[in-house]
């Protein structure tokens, strides 16, 4: 089935360390993985994304890597900020132009 | 600010309401999905539209209902409202069906009362 889990629901850090979310996805024909930033009362943002063909991605403090053996992939945040601050989708997409979500860490970062 | 727009940002009704959510994709984008976000059930795609045609349904009610027009801005009508539809409603679009990127509109907060 299509089903995308999400780990941790909600990731205290603080300012300057790092924090890491991982995803996990069931369907093998999944070749694309956009990660979301949501802050509040906002519409999910695409911060970073990967494709089935690349195992790591990096966008400065922001790297996305994928294990398509484990059907996995992870999001990593360097020297985190308070403007960090935020939850944070990881996406599968399956047919058509569907993506089906994880449901979301909460990212709190403390000064 | 992504391109896409949404209206109305809020939205309160009653139950058994029938009401209509609009999008304008970004300028060249003929694709146009349509999410729900509720507490409970995390982000839903409803369904999707490419230039004009349905090519997509996800978990969407047969009390709801969708459409693109020639101009590719779409609505999504939701009808005989329960309190159980409150939510938030995300439009977003991309280049085409095969283009991945969906860029996200700031969503129309329902409620039902």
């Known amino acids: 089935g299509e089903n995308v889990e999400q780990h941790p629901s909600t990731l205290s850090v603080q300012e300057g360390d790092s924090a890491v979310i991982k995803c996990t996805y069931s369907?093998?024909?999944?070749?694309?993985f956009p990660w979301y930033k949501q802050e509040l009362g906002k519409g999910p943002q695409l911060i970073i994304d990967?494709?089935?063909?690349?195992g790591e991605k990096k966008d400065q403090r922001i790297a996305v890597t994928l294990n398509k053996t484990a059907k996995h992939f992870s999001l990593h945040i360097t020297e985190t900020q308070p403007e960090d601050s935020a939850v944070y989708f990881c996406a599968a997409k399956y047919s058509w132009g569907k993506l089906q979500f994880g449901a979301g860490t909460q990212v709190v970062v403390t000064p | 600010d992504s391109g896409v727009t949404q209206t109305p940002k809020h939205l309160i009704t009653a139950t058994g309401q029938r009401v209509t959510l609009r999008c304008s994709p970004r300028s060249g984008d003929l694709s146009v999905y349509w999410y729900q976000q509720s507490l409970d059930q995390g982000l839903q795609f409803l369904i999707q539209y490419y230039n004009g045609e349905e090519r997509a349904k996800g978990n969407i009610l047969e009390r709801f209902s969708a459409q693109q027009f020639p101009d590719l801005h779409s609505e999504l009508n939701l009808s005989s409202l329960e309190l159980g539809d409150s939510a938030l409603y995300f439009c977003a679009s991309s280049v085409g069906v095969q283009e991945e990127t969906q860029y996200f509109g700031p969503g129309t907060r329902l409620l039902v009362l």
């Open positions: 369907d093998s024909a999944s070749n694309y």
């Open positions: 990967i494709r089935s063909n690349v």
